[in-house]
């Protein structure tokens, strides 16, 4: 059941213009409608100043705030009054609002989220006990121009989408039971199982479709085999690459390459700027870094109840410490 902050959050999303990961229709397709919530902060006059999206779940039987499947960005979104103009009543805003915010998480053994780049100022959440670490995305701007964006990707990224472009063609009405097996196969080349199963990415469509947001698109060869696919979602500003995976045995044909063109210039006919969503992987950063885009940092925050707690994270690997 609906908390009465959820449910206000959800009456109100629409003139929050809020991120595709902000958003209730998101939150259900990957928490479940109660496996979310929100804390609210508000304006004198009532209307919202500020949200923080989590989502609560439990690990070796404590409670936990973490990311949820397939989610970028998670956490505070702030809404600024026109008094918050200048730096310093910017900054006082931000420290008014987070910290109203922060009294109204719940208790947590663990914390673990990964912020939106739009907001810079962590102090707020350094005063109670937070710690942070960077992380880096990159992002397009401007796609309004194709050939001033092909010129600015690295010459073997051109190299490799002029090739594929004469192999290979690009299917806009792929099923999410073709593109799961090339994000399948992609991982056991690594010697590794998916992060996110069938059944989860099969309700995230199902969303995305209903809301007009999603879009899967696969590389076919004259012989009708799929290379390679990618799921691109977006919200009213921003394209992103949900997931996406290729056939090991046919990586040579640069399918990759030729999808991730084409959802460029999908988001920039609808004049959307693009978030790699990024990695800290070298070898994925280098790919990334080839299409030419700006890097973005973004805040990792995290927190444990206690150093044992702490410790014990850091040893397993878990909630992101």
Known sequence: MSTESQQHYREHSA???LPLYFQPLWLDAVAGETGWDV???FDPEGHISGVWVYCLTKRWGLPVISMPPLTAYSGPRLYYPPHAETPRNRYAFEAKVMN???EQLPPAAFFYQEWHPDLTNWLPAYWRGFKQTTHYTYQLDDLSDPDALFTGFRQNVRTDIRKAEKELRVLESGNMEDLFRLYDLSFRRQGKTPSVSLPVLQQVEKAMRLQGQGLILLAEDEAGRLHAGLYLVWDAHTGYALLSGA?????SSGAMYLLMWYALQWCGRRGLRYDFE???????????????GQLTPHHKIFRAHNRPLQAAATLLG???F
């Not at 056939?247 to 990586?251: G, I």
């Not at 990695?279 to 280098?286: D, F, G, I, K, Y």
């Open 15 to 17: 003139a929050l213009n």
């Open 39 to 41: 804390a609210l902060a």
């Open 100 to 102: 109203e915010l922060m």
């Open 247 to 251: 056939d090991p045995n046919l990586r």
């Open 278 to 292: 990024g990695s800290m992987l070298a070898p994925v950063e280098r790919v990334l870094r080839g299409f030419g």
């Open 318 to 320: 878990k909630s992101g």
